[in-house]
């Protein structure tokens, strides 16, 4: 069972950046995904990486997310560049059983408990 912990939120002005982890048991075996959540919105794939390190993003983060993993030390990274107010939300971290990439947050088994990003304007 992937016992799932996110770091790396923030406070960031616009244009800044943020690197987002996550960290649990055995990893390696799952499909990962990131999604985010704002007030008053849905809860929103972000990005997302297959156990072949595949990758496939949300057309509104395309070029400025970057999602890797490190199956050897059971990790799964963020990296946020350029920043804007309305990537603010707080972040999850997400792993599925499936095979592939799937970007329906009902595909995924275990959940973290979410990371806060705020970005200022």
């Known amino acids: 069972q992937a016992l799932l912990v996110e770091s790396g939120g923030g406070l960031v002005p616009a244009g800044g950046s943020l690197r987002l982890s996550c960290a649990g048991r055995?990893?390696?075996?799952?499909?990962m995904g990131w999604f985010r959540h704002a007030p008053g919105k849905e809860r929103e794939f972000v990005a997302g990486i297959s156990r072949s390190a595949t990758t496939c993003y949300a057309d509104s983060v395309k070029g400025r997310f970057t999602i890797s993993r490190d199956n050897a030390k059971n990790g799964v990274y963020l990296q946020m560049n350029s920043l804007k107010p309305e990537d603010t939300a707080v972040y999850y971290c997400?792993?599925?059983?499936?095979?592939?990439?799937?970007?329906?947050?009902?595909?995924?088994?275990?959940w973290g408990q979410g990371t806060q990003v705020t970005v200022s304007s």
């Open positions: 997400a792993a599925s059983s499936k095979i592939g990439i799937t970007t329906k947050y009902d595909r995924y088994d275990y």
């Open positions: 055995t990893l390696s075996s799952y499909s």
